[in-house]
Every structure is written in structure tokens, then in C-alpha cells.
């Protein structure tokens, strides 16, 4: 499923009705030409300005599912290494179910300084090339400016989405999906304002919870994401992590953004052109020095990354299926890195003679070829190749609220009147987040909560399974907000 026009249009008018959302029957389960049919188009508007930073990369930027005129946005923030892609399959179910809901899927800023091009316009050579070489990244002497790119920024480019979409309707909502439910949590306490911490807050739609009808949380929430919590010493001069160095503000300079071993922007671009190999050829053999070390299929290659049995890092997990023809030892290496269960890591064939294959499983939650389909395209990517690190700290030390720390001059999440909007948080049954840790949210903020959980779901199953039961639960809840009152 690769596109190439920025914007997708239809002969389904019937599904750009502007029904209401207290008079819109669910319909049937979509068929995958009834998803494929929702149009979507990115759209890249001014953002928050940031001293230092280009004029061209202060960017809100959003990719819109559905009718121009819904009687309901809802727009969705990924998570760490997330882009708006990730949420590419879900949004297509929610407004194929009810097409009276738009879905505006965020991208960060940081997604302008992807090389898209080159992978929209690559061959099958092309991808070949970038699977084995990848794009280089952009020199961090020419990113400095990303250092201020934290969660300040972060929240103010989504509030300008947010203001755009009260132009359309008056429900509007926001959510997302790991780090991006706990920037949901932390965006509703936020104080837009510019008021000094201690006074009172400013009045009105300066609260970012007062801007929005509702929370959605997608196995991610505050207190409870990759972020580990961190002291004032920290935040300034840097720590060690679950995920290794995570430097402080005063280093970001030297590493504006995530660069790891494990996640880097080169690897990022290699993972993109093996999704569209797998996607459209995925059974031929994947390209001698890609991402695995044997050989193996282009759909194996790109799974076995992610896959729950062979995932090194257990919040970037699916279920799909399994590798076939495979030897494999058990991996301690996920264990020591937060996963509850053993992994296993592929050595290569056992016939030396066949590739390492991969057999989708009908019971996992994720169909394989639907999820590298969608994984890039010319709209949206599923991965955000520079992650800024300024992200991760403030979050680090934000957690569920900054009043009465050291942090809440300039992070200002100040839960200091109740959050009486709704919250709607779904786990996943393999995920990093319990129905328990939305309620205790719930219950810091004093605000209305359901919960869910999604059955037999890893982390990353929860916005691209087959299934549209969390598609249903958000739209259930959506009308229970805004459908008439009972009497």
C-alpha cells in the first residue's frame, strides 16, 4: 500500500457524511477496500516558534483522516520513535466506522528532517541500497537547535492542531499511544498561560484540559512511559537509564537527538525500505547485509525486529506470527531491559539451503503484511527518525506533575485544579500499561476514567490490529460524551 500523491481521495463520498455522533449507528466491521477508501492528507501549518530553530521546521503538523467537516476530531499522538503513521490503520477504522469523526494523527516536528524523498523515490535497486546502507544522518553539529525542542514545544505545536480543530467543532479530543498517553496526561495539566508558577492560572483555554472534551490513552500514561525519573542534577548534566546514557540539558548539544546502537536516523531509513520491500515482494530474498545477518525474507527481516518472541526492547512489540525455518537460543538481553518474558534471538536457517521465512499466525492480533503495508508511506511514516532527546528528559522530569519540584518554572504541569475531562484508557494484555495505572491517574487528577483492555495484544498490536474492537471502545465513549444527556 504505497501511494504517490500527499493526498488520497475516493469515489466513497458516502463515508464523508457529517453524521452525528449521537445519531451515528456503529456499522459492520470494515472491509480492508472500506479502509483503504478514507482519505487522508498531511497538513503542515505554523507551529510554536522556537528561538534558533529554522522558520521552515517550527511546523504542527497533522495527517487527517476523514470528512474536512466531522462533528468530532480526535487527534492522536504517537509515542517514543513514533510517527503519524502509526496510527494509520486505527484512524481508518474509527472513520470508516463513523464517518462523522475526523482522526488528525500528529507528527512531530522532527519528522520534517526526514529524507522522505529518497525513500519515495527509490527503485526496487533503491531500497535495496538504503536497506544495506541507509540515508546518512544529518551532521548534529546542524541540530543543535533541536536542544530546545522538549516538551514545552511539543505541546504547544499540538495545541495549535487543537485550536484548528475548535474552528471545525466543538468536540474535540486528544489521545495517543504510549509516550504519546502520557504526553496526553501531561498536555491536560499543562498551563499554556505565561503567568509565574504560584499565581493563578490564567483563565479560560489557557489550561490545556479546558481546550478538550476528552483523554485518550493508549497503553501509555503518565508516570508510567520509557522515561525514567530523574533529579534537578540529572536533568542539567545527564544519567544513566534502562535505554543507557540520556544526557542533560546542558550536554544536548552533543546529542540533540536519540542515536543509539539500537535506534539511530540511518537505521530508521533502513527499516523504511525494508517495509516497502516486504510489503510488495515478500517472499523474495532480503538484501545480503541488511537488518538480519542470514539470510532470510523480506518479511522476516522486517518483523523479527519487532516480533514479541524476538524484540530486544519490550515496549516496540507485535504479535503477527513467527520466523520459520529458524534457529534460535534464548536472549537474556530483553529481560534486563524491563520484558516479563524470555526472548529468543535468531542465529539463521536451519536449512542452510532456504531463507529464515515467516508464517503469520491467524490468532496474533496483527496481520503482517497489512502492518509493513503501512509502514511508510508518502502521507505518514510509523517512525520518527529524530527522536529530539530534549523530549525524553523533560518527560523524565515532568512525570505526573511538576508542583513542588524544581522543574515547575519551566515545566509547567500543574495539576493544581481538578481534570474533570474524561479519560478513556485501553491496555494491552502484553503491554507496558494496567487498567490500574490509568485509574491511578485517574484518581491524582480526580477524573472520570474507563478502562479497557485489549485481549491477546502486545504494545505496538494496540493501533494496528486486525481487530477494530478499540476503534468501538473509543467511539462508544466519544458519543457518550457527546450524545445527548439521559434523562
Known amino acids: 500500500m504505497f ?7 475516493h469515489s466513497a ?11 451515528a449507528q456503529v456499522s459492520p466491521t470494515p472491509t ?68 462523522g469523526v475526523a482522526v488528525w494523527a500528529v507528527d512531530r516536528r522532527s519528522n520534517l528532517l526526514e529524507s522522505g524523498a529518497a525513500i519515495a523515490n527509490a527503485d526496487p535497486a533503491g531500497l535495496v541500497r538504503i536497506v544495506q546502507q541507509g540515508i546518512p544522518a544529518r551532521p548534529v553539529s546542524s541540530l543543535t537547535f533541536m536542544k530546545n525542542w522538549g516538551l514545552d514545544t511539543t505541546l504547544r505545536d499540538w495545541r495549535e492542531a487543537v485550536r484548528e480543530a475548535h474552528t471545525l467543532t466543538p468536540n474535540v479530543f486528544i489521545g495517543g499511544h504510549s509516550l504519546g498517553g502520557t504526553l496526553t496526561g501531561l498536555y491536560a495539566g499543562y498551563d499554556f498561560g505565561n503567568a ?36 534537578w542534577d540529572q536533568y542539567q548534566n545527564g544519567s544513566v537509564g534502562r535505554l543507557g546514557y540520556v544526557p542533560g540539558v546542558n550536554k544536548l548539544d552533543e546529542l540533540p537527538y536519540v ?36 539470510p532470510a525474507t523480506n518479511l522476516a527481516a522486517g518483523l523479527s525486529q519487532l516480533e514479541r518472541q524476538y524484540s530486544l526492547l519490550p515496549f516496540l512489540t507485535l504479535r503477527t506470527g513467527e520466523a520459520t525455518n529458524a534457529s534460535a537460543i534464548p536472549n537474556p538481553l530483553p529481560r ?41 508511506n508518502p502521507v505518514s511514516d510509523y517512525a520518527e527518525w529524530y527522536f529530539p532527546m530534549r523530549l525524553s528528559v523533560d518527560v523524565g522530569a515532568a512525570q505526573l506533575d511538576t ?51 485489549l485481549p491477546g495484544a502486545s504494545h505496538l498490536d494496540i493501533t494496528v490490529a ?22
Open 32 to 99: 480492508e477496500a472500506a479502509l483503504d477508501a478514507v482519505p487522508a492528507v498531511r497538513v503542515v501549518r505554523t507551529g510554536e516558534v522556537v528561538p534558533g530553530t529554522p522558520a521552515e521546521l517550527n511546523a504542527s503538523i497533522t495527517v487527517r483522516y476523514g470528512s474536512a467537516t466531522p462533528n468530532a476530531v480526535l487527534l492522536l499522538m504517537p509515542g517514543f520513535l513514533g510517527g503519524a503513521g502509526s496510527f494509520d490503520r486505527l484512524a481508518r477504522q474509527l472513520v470508516a466506522l463513523d464517518p
Open 336 to 376: 534486563l531491559l524491563g520484558a516479563t518474558e524470555s526472548s529468543q534471538f535468531v542465529l539463521g536457517p536451519v536449512d542452510q539451503k532456504q531463507p529464515v521465512g515467516w508464517k503469520a499466525d491467524a490468532e496474533a492480533a496483527t496481520d503482517p503484511l497489512d502492518f509493513v503495508s503501512r509502514f511508510w
Open 259 to 294: 542515536n543509539s546502537l539500537i535506534f539511530n536516523p540511518t537505521f530508521a531509513s533502513r527499516a523504511a525500505a525494508q517495509a516497502r520491500l516486504a510489503a510488495t515482494a515478500p517472499d523474495a530474498l532480503a538484501p545480503a547485509g541488511g537488518l538480519v545477518s542470514y
Open 196 to 231: 509565574p508558577f504560584g499565581a493563578a492560572p490564567t483563565p479560560d483555554d489557557q489550561i490545556g484540559f479546558k481546550g478538550v472534551r476528552g483523554l485518550l490513552m493508549l497503553d501509555g500514561a503518565p508516570g508510567n512511559t520509557t522515561s525514567d525519573p530523574i533529579s
Open 403 to 453: 508542583v513542588g519540584t524544581p522543574f515547575a518554572t519551566t515545566l509547567r504541569v500543574w495539576h493544581t485544579r481538578a481534570v474533570s475531562t474524561p479519560i478513556l484508557g485501553i491496555s494491552a494484555q502484553y503491554g507496558i500499561t494496567t487498567e490500574n495505572d490509568f485509574r491511578h491517574f485517574a484518581a491524582f487528577t480526580r477524573a472520570a476514567v474507563t478502562t479497557h483492555t
Open 13 to 23: 463520498a458516502a463515508l464523508l457524511g457529517a453524521l452525528s455522533l449521537a445519531q
Open 466 to 487: 486486525k481487530s477494530d474492537q478499540v476503534a468501538r471502545w473509543t467511539l462508544e465513549w466519544l458519543r457518550g460524551i457527546t450524545g445527548p444527556k439521559k434523562p
Open 3 to 9: 501511494f504517490s500523491k500527499r493526498t488520497f481521495s
